[in-house]
T-cell receptor
Framework: DAGVIQSPRHEVTEMGQEVTLRCKPISGHNSLFWYRQTMMRGLELLIYFNNNVPIDDSGMPEDRFSAKMPNASFSTLKIQPSEPRDSAVYFC?????????????FGEGSRLTVL | AQRVTQPEKLLSVFKGAPVELKCNYSYSGSPELFWYVQYSRQRLQLLLRHISRESIKGFTADLNKGETSFHLKKPFAQEEDSAMYYCALSGDNQGGKLIFGQGTELSVKP
């Protein structure tokens, strides 16, 4: 298994543009998480899904952020419009979610720069 | 509210010296605590979990409920231990959701 796959790995865009980040979880995992990593705040949980259903989106910073999981093998995180303060590394992670084992499997991250 | 605090952003030690990365948490229920590590150019990965009471790569961590701490320790640091370390908490019935601390960068100098 290639693990959690994220794309793009790097994105540079201008303020006001729409950004879409993509994630393919590990096959068989039924929980998917989106995190944002910054120097100031570390790793922040944005939203997570169980069985494709959003469970907790309290970490989504603003209405400009939205996430979807149309099926078990794909999720997107969209920022519209983007702002310079959205610049960060966005991680997707997946897990079996059935027990509190605590092991999340992370993707390599998508580094977003908004100019 | 759940919170994980790692007071040190950067910890620098010499090879062979003991190392302790601090982690404190706030949670009203029964938490499960974990340490994750991110080596340079690698993915964030699980290092150890408190319920396993295991030693991984020479690292151990003991959950102290009285002090609400879960410090990560190693008696003799190695250069290959240099990485970013995150403490994380999972609460009851939260579907595996992890709350992470801000992370501590460990630098082990030769």
């Amino acid at each position: 298994d290639a693990g959690v796959i994220q794309s793009p790995r790097h994105e540079v865009t201008e303020m006001g543009q729409e950004v879409t980040l993509r994630c393919k979880p590990i096959s068989g995992h039924n929980s998917l998480f989106w995190y944002r990593q910054t120097m100031m705040r570390g790793l922040e949980l944005l939203i997570y899904f169980n069985n494709n259903v959003p469970i907790d989106d309290s970490g989504m910073p603003e209405d400009r952020f939205s996430a979807k999981m149309p099926n078990a093998s794909f999720s997107t995180l969209k920022i519209q419009p983007s702002e310079p303060r959205d610049s960060a590394v966005y991680f997707c992670a997946s897990s079996t979610g059935t027990a509190n084992t605590g092991e999340l499997f992370f993707g390599e991250g998508s580094r977003l720069t908004v100019l | 509210a759940q919170r994980v605090t790692q007071p040190e952003k950067l910890l620098s030690v010499f090879k062979g010296a003991p190392v302790e990365l601090k982690c404190n948490y706030s949670y009203s229920g029964s938490p499960e605590l974990f340490w994750y590590v991110q080596y340079s150019r690698q993915r964030l990965q699980l290092l150890l979990r408190h319920i396993s009471r295991e030693s991984i790569k020479g690292f151990t961590a003991d959950l102290n409920k009285g002090e609400t701490s879960f410090h990560l320790k190693k008696p003799f640091a190695q250069e290959e231990d240099s990485a970013m370390y995150y403490c994380a908490l999972s609460g009851d019935n939260q579907g595996g959701k992890l709350i992470f601390g801000q992370g501590t960068e460990l630098s082990v100098k030769p």
